[in-house]
């Protein structure tokens, strides 16, 4: 009797445990697909940004230098924030080109994993049974 009561006890134990869990809802492809706009995403912020900010760097830059070596000393602050602005919009665009290299590969991931249902081969009289079953497809690119 104790021993039907300690195995009634642990099967209500682990069914409370097992229905606490969260499933996830998304499939491993639909994740990397997420995962792989959301580099994107960043890639196409990174590269705008530091492109306006290094155009607009080096007009400041260009129109404020002089050749003669005189200006004041409003026109080399400026020359001095245009430089600045300039090398840190170069170092946005740098910084954009792993989140692209990253981006691509994963979406390359995404591309080479996919659920499928593949046939079961039966003899033409047999019944009942499931006619296909899901799997996991990975394709190697080469």
Known sequence: MRILFLMIALLFGSISISLGQETDTLSQKENLMKESQRLKKKGVILL???AGAAVI?????????SIFGYSSSEETMLAGTGGLLF????????ASIPAFSKSNK????????SFNTQPIYLPKYTNGGPKSFLSLKVSIPL
Request: overall charge negative; glycine content about 22%; charged content about 10%.
């Open 48 to 50: 705008s940004v530091g």
């Open 57 to 65: 760097g080096g007009a400041l830059f260009g129109s404020n230098f």
């Open 106 to 113: 994963i979406e390359k991931e995404a591309a080479t994993l």
């Open 87 to 94: 090398l840190a919009g170069v170092g946005c665009v740098i």
